[in-house]
């Protein structure tokens, strides 16, 4: 009874499997990462008998924006489409006589038959589809919960120190690989397989990516309070930090990010300030005026000061007598010196100021070549072809004339 039993459900199951199959998936909602195709069956349908898992060969299955699909044959993908439109698989290995020619689809429906009785009158095979949600997933908030190094660079004032932040946010990623995804993330699901079953785990490594992401951004030179303005840099230095285990081991990526907020510690901030201003006071200038600044203000205490006028404005005397006043005018001679220095051009050898020489014209020069007829300087140091350097018309090693 049992191999009559195997037989008839192999013969059965097969003729059931020849009706073409029609795979679609509904608007995947915004939670649904992975969601298994849905084979339509209407009222109307003869097709109510045929197993689950199989497609059988010309089936069509019909892909919208926003989803890629893959099919997988017996655990292995065999099929990736991500084109919207209807896609038709017509290399399956379950034949059909509504495909092809009819002398060969009987004869590989027989082949199946025969297979299937082996196993006892199923069908020995799984053959799913899945649609994947390859949108932008947005409204993916993060915060750090401990404060985040960050190098504050300055080059123009000698600033280099590293203070804590805090920052919050929104981030969206996108599957850009599903078979990546499907491999390592997802794998053969009964059903979907939702966004909160990995999100907990990407917002912990976007957190932790977030420090080595601002060291990056601290390469541009950027105070904390500019971060917010760099959000296409973010993301690109995000997306590098994350390649091994976002991109590359689950195909997904950084698409956006953007911060809402980025504080400091007080005493962060107190100290930027205070490095901003010693900087600042390495102007001369800006020196000499910060001097009058505080020598006008001490002017203004000693008007008010209880003890008298005359006491503040003798205590005030004493203190520029001690190198106030002299100092701010020595502050602003220095920032002229400075402002009236000219500035040599961009690749030109820096000369000591009394490297000067007079050409046979008569004229006074202190470049290469005189500034009247264009003679070069005879004193200008020049390499011989044996290596030496000379000063001279002739090298001192092998004898050979200035070229």
């Known amino acids: 009874m049992g191999l009559l039993k195997a037989g008839v459900g192999a013969v059965g199951g097969v003729l059931a499997d020849q009706w073409k199959e029609f795979f679609y998936c509904e608007s995947m909602d915004k939670e649904v990462l992975v969601t298994k195709g849905q084979k339509k069956v209407g009222n109307r349908s003869s097709n109510t008998k045929g197993s689950d898992n199989i497609i059988s060969n010309g089936s069509g299955i019909v892909v919208s924006d926003g989803q890629c699909m893959i099919i997988v044959d017996q655990g292995k993908v065999v099929e990736v489409c991500a084109e919207p439109g209807e896609f038709t698989y017509d290399t399956s290995s379950e034949p059909s006589i509504f495909t092809g020619s009819l002398g060969e689809s009987l004869k590989e429906t027989f082949k199946r038959i025969g297979a299937r009785f082996t196993y006892g009158g199923d069908t020995g095979k799984d053959q799913r589809v899945y649609y994947f949600n390859t949108k932008e997933l947005i409204d993916n908030k993060f915060g750090t919960a401990n404060p985040v190094p960050f190098r504050v660079v300055d080059s123009k004032i000698g600033l280099d120190i590293d203070v804590s932040i805090r920052c919050a946010g929104v981030y969206s990623y996108k599957i850009e690989d599903p078979i990546l995804f499907y491999t390592n993330v997802c794998g053969n699901i009964s059903d979907e397989y939702l966004r909160s079953e990995l999100e907990t785990q990407l917002k912990s490594e976007f957190i932790s990516a977030l420090q080595p992401a601002f060291a990056k951004l601290s390469d541009l030179e950027l105070r904390p309070n500019q971060i917010v303005a760099y959000n296409t840099e973010l993301e690109a230095a995000m997306n590098e930090v994350l390649s091994a285990k976002w991109s590359e081991l689950r195909g997904l990526k950084v698409v956006s990010v953007a911060l809402s907020t980025v504080t400091l510690p007080e005493e962060d901030q107190e100290l930027i300030k205070k490095a901003q201003q010693a900087g600042m006071l390495r102007d001369p200038s800006m020196a000499g005026a910060t001097l009058v600044g505080a020598q006008a203000e001490a002017m203004k205490n000693a008007a008010t000061n209880e003890g008298g006028a005359m006491n503040g404005f003798i205590g005030m005397g004493m203190a520029m007598n001690a190198g106030g006043a002299a100092n701010a005018q020595g502050f602003y001679a220095m920032g002229q010196q400075n402002a009236a220095a000219p500035v040599a051009p961009t690749g030109a050898h820096d000369a000591p100021a009394d490297a000067s020489w007079t050409c046979a014209c008569g004229n006074v020069n202190t470049g290469n070549f005189c ?32 070229a």
């Open 371 to 402: 500034s009247s007829c264009g003679k070069p300087n005879p004193n200008a140091e020049w390499t011989c072809e044996c290596g030496t350097k000379n000063k001279g018309n002739f090298c001192s090693n092998c004898g050979k004339a200035k």
